[in-house]
């Protein structure tokens, strides 16, 4: 196959915990995948979350990638130094009236759906779909709420979003499982309106993942399947802020022994701990 160029790939892990098997197989075939076609590797640091990411962790991320063998380009691209990037991505967002506030807690959504009668199935990593329950709030009520001190996240209106999408084709390729078409199926019945910011965080991993690959010009995002149904949401903020779309290839994910993905929050044996009891790691 011909690929584009110059092919720009990369790796951004978030540093909430420590990198376990799964990220350095993700992270291998980023690197391999550019460094055999003589493009770019990228490390990007995604910090947004400045009340989980601690610089320990970031620390082990360097230590990590160097001890399974990986080079990327510098400088790495802390997500928390360029966050009027995504301010300016979410004011284009504002101008078209996409987003709205939402004063929500995950208990308040579990019990309407529950009030609906529905099963409150969590369909993606956002909690489960959300019932649209501020979504027709009053400007003044909104204002209301934001006075009162309220905690709330900004959601995308992905109902207007759809609208303003109706008469283009929204098609992204992965490498494996082919053309795909981000329909109104997939973004109104499993992702919904998504959250894109909060209040003490300025954007989300869902907004600043597309614009940074968007800045750093990356050519091809390879990443675990679990992020498949994402990519729907992540081509549909592309159209709607003027970004080109990357090729994709959604890799299969790592299993421990007893048939569990790797994951920080099942506390997944971790790269660090591997390499300070002189472990070998074999990807």
């Not at 994402?230 to 421990?256: N, S, V």
């Amino acid at each position: 196959m011909e690929y584009q160029t110059p092919i720009i790939t990369r790796f951004a892990p978030s540093p909430t915990g420590y990198l376990h098997l799964g990220h350095a197989y993700s992270a291998k075939l980023a690197s391999d995948f550019a460094h055999e076609r003589g493009g770019k590797f990228l490390l990007r640091i995604e910090d947004i979350d400045h009340g989980r990411c601690k610089m320990e962790y970031e620390t082990a991320i360097y230590e990590d990638m160097h001890w399974v063998g990986l080079t990327w380009e510098r400088p790495v691209r802390r997500q928390s130094d360029h966050m009027q990037d995504y301010l300016d991505a979410r004011d284009i967002l504002d101008q078209k009236q996409l987003l709205y506030p939402c004063f929500c807690t995950r208990k308040d959504i579990r019990q309407k759906i529950k009030e609906s009668g529905r099963a409150p199935h969590d369909l993606h990593s956002e909690g489960p779909l959300y019932p649209g329950i501020c979504r027709n709030l009053t400007a003044a009520e909104r204002q209301d709420h934001i006075e009162a001190g309220r905690p709330y996240a900004l959601r995308l209106d992905m109902a207007k979003a759809l609208e303003l999408a109706k008469d283009t084709a929204l098609a992204w390729t992965d490498l494996e499982a082919g053309e795909q078409i981000t329909g109104p199926e997939a973004l109104r019945d499993i992702i919904g309106d998504v959250i894109l910011a909060r209040k003490d965080i300025p954007t989300s991993y869902h907004l600043s993942v597309v614009v940074d690959d968007h800045l750093q010009e990356i050519s091809h995002i390879i990443r675990g399947k679990d992020l498949f149904q994402a990519t729907h949401l992540h081509r549909l903020l592309q159209f709607i802020l003027g970004y080109k779309t990357p090729l994709y290839l959604h890799h299969d994910l790592l299993t421990d022994e007893n048939g569990r993905r790797y994951a920080k929050r099942d506390n997944a044996k971790t790269l660090k701990f591997m390499r300070e009891n002189g472990e070998n790691i074999c990807l």
